[in-house]
Nanobody, 123 residues
Framework: VQLQASGGGLVQVGGSLRLSCAASGRSFSTYGMGWFRQAPGKEREFVATISASGGITFYADSVKGRFTISRDNDKNTMSLEMNSLKPEDTAAYYC?????????????????WGQGTLVTVSS
């Protein structure tokens, strides 16, 4: 499967952005999906994950209550709605897929990765 992330940009503190991830292939509805981010000089970290059906989601504590992950299996897309953005949310955001219906917070269990989309939160 190929993944294409989009929607990044420059936003002020407290603002909102919606990231999208478009997937190719017929098996999208069988993949657990996730968003990860990587800030300059730091390791890639977990942000949010969603099960294949969309019924189970998990979030990093740092984004809980501010970010919402969702998916549309009919359109082969996944989204990340980001609200109340903070400077520490600045990073390249990556969408990822795993060949398992369950979500996962571990980067190790993801097989497919999209290119990053850059989010910059300015103060």
């Amino acid at each position: 499967v190929q993944l294409q992330a989009s929607g990044g940009g420059l936003v002020q503190v407290g603002g909102s952005l919606r990231l999208s991830c478009a997937a190719s292939g017929r098996s999208f509805s069988t993949y657990g999906m996730g968003w990860f981010r990587q800030a300059p000089g730091k390791e890639r970290e977990f942000v949010a994950t969603i099960s294949a059906s969309g019924g189970i989601t998990f979030y990093a504590d740092s984004v809980k209550g501010r970010f919402t992950i969702s998916r549309d299996n009919d359109k082969n897309t996944m989204s990340l709605e980001m609200n109340s953005l903070k400077p520490e949310d600045t990073a390249a955001y990556y969408c990822s897929a795993r060949t398992n219906v369950f979500p996962s917070t571990s980067i190790t269990y993801y097989t497919y990765w999209g290119q990053g989309t850059l989010v910059t939160v300015s103060s």
